[in-house]
Nanobody
């Protein structure tokens, strides 16, 4: 059974930073691609960033502030979030081994449990 474990969320002041991580046992799944999504209250889940090999994509709202990366040895992906804004407040979910269609990451059925990120003073 595939289990993705997320960590790194929390409460941070505007302008602060957080790093989210999402990993799994290699005996269950080998992470080749990853997408990070977020869902704020009353809003639809949106794709924030994705990575496949050296190819990365970012939503316009986070470009220049967020960085997605992956550590093959640890079978873990990361989302480094800098210069956080109150509008970044949401539950963040990782998704792994989705596909790309028209250059856009499309989610698979493998989701993390979600981690809350709250940006507030």
């Amino acid at each position: 059974q595939v289990q993705l474990v997320e960590s790194g969320g929390g409460l941070v002041q505007p302008g602060g930073s957080l790093r989210l991580s999402c990993g799994a046992s290699k005996s269950t799944i080998s992470i080749k691609a990853m997408g990070w999504y977020r869902q704020a209250p009353g809003k639809q889940r949106e794709l924030v960033a994705s990575i496949f090999g050296g190819f990365t994509t970012y939503a316009d709202s986070v470009k220049g502030r967020f960085t997605i990366s992956r550590d093959n040895a640890k079978n873990t992906g990361y989302l480094q979030m800098n210069s956080l804004k109150p509008e970044d407040t949401a539950v963040y979910y990782c998704n792994v081994n989705g596909g790309y269609y028209g250059g856009r990451y499309s989610a698979s059925g493998y989701w993390g449990q979600g981690t809350q990120v709250t940006v507030s003073s």
